[in-house]
């Protein structure tokens, strides 16, 4: 698959090193919220976060319900957004509880601003947001990521959880396709 790559922009080695940082901040900010009677709630955003998220709440030191929830921004061969949809039901039991957004890529913003609103009615006594790279060309919301990974270009890329119509998201780095297999 590597050979797949036209070109890689975070290695495995490089995605470890920020992760571990990430966990750091995430962390600290969570000991103001975490109690011990009512679990922090980690909400990745499926398919693409789920590499991240493993390896992101192994670092993480508070006791975490995991619930997961689909979006889809990106359907099939895509490589633009098509507006985000929520296609599962979210979490029950939110009401008072601290919920962590985990996604892979802030690219417009519409799915974590759909997220956030989402949460907060539903009853949520706050929401942050971890994401592992974010594409500040792309932005249209106000709405920013509580945390980010990495900044990258306004390109389409793969690995590390994202993928292009289903593959590449075993890759352990980030990556841009070459671009004769992009349809």
């Given at each position: 698959?590597?050979?797949?790559?036209?070109e890689?922009?975070l290695?495995?080695?490089?995605?470890?090193?920020?992760?571990?940082?990430?966990?750091?901040?995430?962390?600290?900010?969570?000991?103001?919220?975490?109690?011990?009677?009512?679990?922090?709630?980690?909400?990745?955003?499926?398919?693409?976060?789920l590499?991240?998220?493993?390896?992101?709440?192994?670092?993480?030191?508070?006791?975490?319900?995991?619930?997961?929830?689909?979006?889809?921004?990106?359907?099939?061969t895509?490589?633009?957004?098509?507006?985000?949809?929520?296609?599962?039901?979210?979490?029950?039991?939110?009401?008072?509880?601290?919920?962590?957004?985990?996604?892979?890529?802030?690219?417009?913003?519409?799915?974590?601003?759909?997220?956030?609103?989402?949460?907060?009615?539903?009853g949520?006594?706050?929401?942050?947001?971890?994401?592992?790279?974010?594409?500040?060309?792309?932005?249209?919301?106000?709405?920013?990521?509580?945390?980010?990974?990495?900044?990258?270009?306004?390109?389409?890329?793969v690995?590390?959880?994202?993928?292009?119509?289903?593959?590449?998201?075993?890759?352990?780095?980030?990556?841009?396709?070459?671009?004769?297999?992009?349809?």
């Amino acid at each position: 698959m590597h050979q797949d790559l036209a070109e890689v922009l975070l290695d495995e080695e490089t995605i470890a090193e920020r992760v571990d940082q990430l966990a750091k901040q995430l962390a600290a900010r969570l000991d103001d919220v975490a109690t011990r009677e009512e679990p922090i709630v980690m909400l990745p955003v499926l398919t693409g976060s789920l590499v991240f998220t493993a390896d992101l709440i192994r670092r993480l030191p508070h006791k975490l319900r995991l619930d997961v929830v689909t979006v889809s921004s990106y359907p099939g061969t895509a490589t633009s957004s098509t507006g985000a949809a929520i296609h599962s039901p979210l979490p029950e039991d939110l009401d008072g509880r601290h919920v962590v957004v985990v996604d892979d890529i802030f690219d417009t913003g519409r799915t974590m601003e759909l997220l956030d609103g989402e949460l907060r009615a539903a009853g949520a006594s706050g929401v942050t947001s971890v994401v592992l790279l974010a594409k500040p060309a792309r932005h249209e919301v106000e709405l920013r990521p509580d945390l980010v990974g990495f900044e990258i270009p306004d390109a389409f890329v793969v690995g590390y959880g994202l993928d292009y119509d289903g593959l590449y998201r075993n890759l352990p780095c980030i990556g841009t396709l070459r671009p004769e297999l992009i349809r």
